[in-house]
Each structure stands twice: as C-alpha cells, then as structure tokens.
C-alpha cells in the first residue's frame, strides 16, 4: 500500500503483520550520486552484510531514488520508502519526524554521520570524519554550524559510533573525550577483482584521480606536477564538489591543459577500465576520514600514491606510497612508477593490502556491533 505523506511526497510499503525488525538502516541522507565516497562505503557494506549468514533482520529506510540507483537492497532487505522535499532542510525534517515516531525497530543504524533529533529505540551511527573541525574554511557557515552542534549532541545520544579507521576513532576521543570502547571500527567491504589482468596501457600514459571536487583533494596540486613530466596526461573523474568552477579554471589555465581532462562521474565499468590503465592513481588529499579509492585502485592492480592527510597513511599502509604535497617528491615516485619492475612490486603490495578488506571482514564487524546493542537491556 502506498502512503501519500502530509507536506511531502512520502511512499510506505507495509506489509501486513510482518514482525518487527531488529534493525533500521538509516539511508534517508544518501543523494545518489552527489555525496562522495560514503554512499560507496554505505552500499558495499550493506551488500556485504546482505550476503551474510549471521545478519539480523533488517530493514532499510531510503528514498525512492536511492533504491532506483541500487535495486539489489529491495532484493535483500525489507524496504520502507521515505521520500522528502525542500533540500537538506527537508531531509532532515523527514529523519527527526520519522524516527521519532517509529517504535517497531529495536536498533537504528543512522549511516549519516549524525543522530536525528529521535528517541526510543537505542541507536548506532557512523561518523566518516571530523574535517570541519580541521579545516574549517572549506564548509560553508551554514554547514559548520550544523556540524558543531550535530557531531557533539550525536555523540551525546547514539548509544555508540562507528568509524571506518583508527585516525577517526582517536580523533573522536581526543576532540571531545568521546571513549574508545563505544567506538566500532567498521572497515569498507573491498571485493577483489578476478581474474587479475596484464597492465594494457593506453597509446598516451595518463594518472588517475577520482574524487569529487571539494577544496581539500588538492586537484590545482596535480597540475602543477602534470607540468613537471611533460609527456604524461592527467584523467580526473567525480562529481562536482564545492570547488568545482575553480578546479576547472585552474585547469583551463594551465599549460598543460591540452593534457588534463575531467570526465565527471562516470560508471562503474568505466572507472574500473581506467583503474587498470592508468599508470598509477595519485590521491593528493589533505583530509581523509578513510580514503576508499585509493584501495579500489589496489583492488584492480592500479598502484598508489596519495598524500599522507587524514587516514591516508593507515589506509594505504604498506600497498603504496604516502607523500607529503611536495612536487619534487610526487615528480619523483612517478619517474619511479614508469620503471615496470618497480611499478609491478607496487602493484603486489597494494593487491595484498586491499586482499586484508574484504567484504567478509566489513559484514562481521558491522553485524558485531548490531549484536552488542541488540543484546544491552
């Protein structure tokens, strides 16, 4: 039956004297397409746990769009149908009105990165980083204020956190004194690809980077080092981010522009046929809470260098190379990708560090943490 909701465009797919579910997975915040590498990490991981013996009952809360861009969750999942109007706003007015009225879940997964303003039932939610806090600068005033007041009263509320890595959890404690024990390190679910290919480059060498265009990927650092090594291309792809404008200017003024192209967000086969022919992936990120492509790039045999902001380090680990932005060290770890020996050992270690994320070990976590809630009185 279908529900037609007072102020907006809400849809309900009930289902008669179903039993209640032990689990509500919040994806009412998640814009296909528009929120960056988490929506990725919320899907895989609700995949993961789809394929796992051990799950609870589930039911998933999401936007007609959202499961439009990703059918297999009504395929697995019990789904209640939300729709909202009127941007942000909007959406969460939808969080705060929905979930404070539902009584029939005993456990809410707000996967978010903020607690609704709800009471009742006890409550988990995933924080991806603090880069406001960091810097600042990049949010509008608007946001900055939302998140100051949002990430402390979530942590004040949920019942606990979960985090992607060990950089966020201790930056949780060590900003706001939140304790580790309630903190859950939940790691992406990273399903490696098989069979592994030869390296089939392209007639013109080119690095990789995809990532949305917000001010800290450092996109203008990489055409500065695109005009250092004067017979490589640079293929950018993502969605448009805050400093998308200025990305494309800076890259229009470039001399190197006529070797310097941005793709947008393109498909899921594309981006993995430019993962295995690209030279290398490059991640010049100031701040990440995780850094998920850098391991979808090892996953597919693309080696990596990335900054060492953020995450980034204890993401790459010991599958590529962690630099800080200094073009003479970046000119050089290319100099030294384009050795095919040394490209194939990078290539090694960054398949056998995306080999310890697998989808597995992402579903048992997240299902660890659902049995400790659901087992508190």
């Known amino acids: 039956m279908l529900y037609l909701g007072e102020g907006s465009c809400q849809y309900r797919r009930r289902l008669q004297e179903v039993a209640m579910s032990d689990v509500a ?4 915040w998640l814009r296909p397409g528009k929120v960056g590498g988490s929506e990725d990490y919320a899907i895989e991981l ?12 589930i039911e998933v809360v999401a936007s007609i769009a959202t499961m439009a861009a990703h059918p297999f969750l009504a395929d697995s999942f019990k789904i209640e149908y939300q729709n ?11 969080e705060n ?11 809410v997964h707000h996967l978010g990165g903020t607690h609704p303003q709800s009471k009742g039932c006890r409550s988990l939610v995933s924080i991806y980083d603090l880069q406001y806090l960091q810097y600042p600068e990049y949010f509008s005033l608007v946001k900055r204020r939302y998140l100051e007041s949002a990430i402390p009263r979530t942590l004040a509320t949920a019942d606990a956190i979960c985090v992607m890595s060990e950089f966020v959890a201790n930056a949780i404690e060590q900003h ?13 679910a990273i399903k490696a690809t098989h069979p592994r290919s030869a390296y089939q480059p392209r007639e013109k060498e080119f690095i990789l980077y995809p990532a949305v265009t917000w001010p ?15 017979d490589l291309d640079l293929i950018l792809t993502g969605a448009r981010g805050p400093a998308h404008n200025e990305v494309l200017k800076a890259a229009d003024d470039s001399p190197a522009s006529n070797r310097i192209s941005h793709l947008g967000r393109v498909s899921s086969d594309q981006l993995d046929s430019l993962y295995r022919q690209a030279l290398c992936t490059v991640f010049p990120s100031q701040y990440e809470g995780f850094g998920l492509p850098v391991l979808e790039a090892m996953s597919r045999d693309c080696p990596v260098i990335a900054g060492n902001g953020g995450a980034l380090t204890e993401t790459v680990g ?9 073009l003479d060290l970046w000119v050089r770890a290319l100099e030294d990708m384009r050795e095919p020996e040394n490209r194939r050992t990078w290539v090694e270690l960054g398949h056998e560090r995306a080999s310890q994320f697998s989808p597995n070990r992402a579903a048992k976590a997240q299902i660890t943490a659902y049995s400790d809630l659901l087992e508190r009185r």
């Open 25 to 28: 997975v919040n994806l009412l």
């Open 46 to 57: 609700l995949r993961a746990i789809s394929e796992s013996p051990q799950s609870p009952s």
């Open 84 to 94: 909202s109007r009127f941007g942000r706003a909007g959406r969460i007015r939808l």
């Open 97 to 107: 009105s929905f979930f404070a009225q539902s009584k029939k879940y005993q456990l």
């Open 176 to 188: 706001f004194g939140y304790p580790r024990t309630r903190c859950y390190v939940i790691p992406p």
């Open 216 to 230: 800290h990927k450092s996109h203008q650092f990489l055409f500065e080092l695109i005009e250092q090594v004067d």
């Open 318 to 326: 010991s599958g590529g190379r962690t630099l800080p932005l200094n």
